[in-house]
């Protein structure tokens, strides 16, 4: 029987070989929960059932690769004694709350000597830190998008530090200001995402790059899955979070020779900064009111918008209160011999790469539309065009009744 395959068809085997084995080993490299790699084996099952009808050592080749995939992803990230932390230094910015307030006082209790930023130092997230951590802290005010501040971080840092270099650099800080369609979103909310979350990060990176580079230290980003995948009414802070990716990853690459380790955090939602804060959503979206002009207004509606602001609050209002998960993703980050390139920080981020790496796009935008905004309103000029066309469409069928009874 063996005799009757011809070349061709070894050939067509061989290659439904390695990218089988390619993609069951991009899966289970990424560290996803349970359910997706349960799927992907059982796709590549269907796979393997089909090649049986073919021939006995084509399935067993299968079979092999898929162990091997398993052996070498157990192996690779089993568990390995973590770094110590005394006497390593790490710069933190955006402390003033959230991610950066709480990692702040974590890596401090952990040992580190930590240099936090802060945009004010007599506000609460400031004092808190003065109030909680020990004297290894350092409080720094820093503006990232303003250059001078940054340099005289970096001159702060470098007299603490004497002549050892800095093991860590957090970049947390960032913004999101804007809800809404792209159309209607302010330009100076484009413009502010970008300052902030791009072009300040890079402004803090490079300068503190001689210092990780001497320590051969590690660059820890929190980014966004906003930055990967097309999250509607999220487009300016999606842009900003989707440079900064793709300049971390071309930095993991540039410094890999000099020994920087670079990784990226994907939170899931979580309660920071203003995100529960009715104040906050109220001002918004008074400013984004009053911003738009009336054509724009009216071809949306004020209604539209409304709910827009009202998802988008209450979206913030479920988000997790508890920040461990990221906490514990910038520790790992930091202290394991070999860390991650990507950590999925919370649940159902996991799930979320899968579905937008592996489905078709059709499946993976509804998935983020069913998740993330559920809107029920269409915009006003749509919804004029909608009652035009259902009632042109009644009109003419009691046009082809009249006539019809006409005829009999």
Same mark, same amino acid.
């Given at each position: ?17 390695? =990218?089988? +084995? ?28 089909? %090649? ?11 079979? %092999? ?12 990230? +089993? ?19 959230? @991610?950066?307030?709480?990692?702040? !006082? ?8 930590? =240099? ?16 909680? *951590? ?29 002549? /050892? +270099?800095? &093991? ?21 909310? @484009?413009?502010? *995402?970008?300052?902030?979350?791009? @072009? ?40 900003? /979070?989707?440079?900064?990716?793709? =300049? ?9 020779? &000099? ?21 906050? &959503? ?9 911003? %738009? ?73 509804? =998935?983020?539309? /069913?998740? @993330?905004?559920?809107? !029920? ?6 919804? /004029? ?22 005829? !009999?």
């Amino acid at each position: 029987m063996m005799d009757d395959y011809t070349l061709p068809f070894w050939i067509y085997l061989g290659v439904l070989t390695v =990218f089988i +084995g390619g993609a069951m080993k991009k899966i289970l490299a990424s560290h996803l929960s349970a359910a997706p790699p349960l799927v992907a084996w059982l796709g590549a099952t269907v796979l393997v059932e089909r %090649l049986w009808a073919f021939c006995l050592p084509a399935v067993l080749l299968l079979a %092999l690769l898929g162990l091997a995939c398993c052996l070498y992803s157990a192996a690779r990230t +089993g568990p390995q004694p973590a770094l110590p932390a005394h006497g390593k230094a790490v710069f933190i910015t955006g402390c003033d709350s959230g @991610f950066g307030n709480a990692a702040a !006082k974590h890596l401090d209790t952990l040992g580190f000597q930590v =240099f936090a930023t802060v945009l004010d130092l007599s506000g609460d997230g400031a004092r808190e830190l003065q109030r909680t *951590c020990s004297p290894r802290l350092t409080l720094l005010q820093v503006d990232i998008t303003q250059p001078q501040q940054v340099q005289q971080a970096l001159l702060d840092t470098k007299a603490k530090l004497g002549l /050892k +270099g800095l &093991w860590g650099l957090v970049n947390n800080a960032g913004v999101c200001v804007n809800f809404g369609d792209s159309e209607l979103s302010l330009m100076s909310n @484009f413009r502010g *995402c970008m300052e902030v979350n791009f @072009f300040g990060t890079l402004s803090v990176t490079r300068s503190f790059l001689p210092l990780l580079r001497q320590a051969k230290g590690r660059i820890i980003t929190i980014s966004s899955p906003a930055g990967d995948q097309p999250f509607p009414c999220l487009a300016a802070y999606g842009a900003s /979070k989707a440079a900064l990716n793709l =300049f971390t990853n071309t930095l993991r690459h540039e410094l890999e020779p &000099w020994g920087v380790q670079v990784s990226t955090i994907l939170p899931s939602s979580y309660k920071t900064g203003q995100s529960s804060n009715h104040t906050y &959503w109220e001002q918004q979206h008074k400013q984004l009111l009053q911003s %738009l002009s009336p054509a724009l207004l009216e071809d949306y509606g004020e209604d539209y918008v409304t709910e827009t602001k009202e998802l988008f609050q209450s979206y913030a209002s479920q988000a997790n209160p508890d920040l461990s998960p990221v906490i514990d993703a910038i520790v790992q980050a930091l202290l394991s011999p070999q860390p991650l390139i990507r950590y999925f920080a919370g649940p159902g981020v996991g799930l979320m790469y899968f579905i937008h790496n592996y489905c078709p796009f059709s499946i993976s935008n509804r =998935f983020l539309q /069913k998740l @993330f905004l559920k809107k !029920k309103l269409m915009p006003r000029a749509l919804r /004029k065009q909608s009652g035009f066309d259902l009632n042109l469409s009644l009109h003419n069928n009691n046009n082809n009744n009249n006539n019809e009874e006409k005829l !009999k």
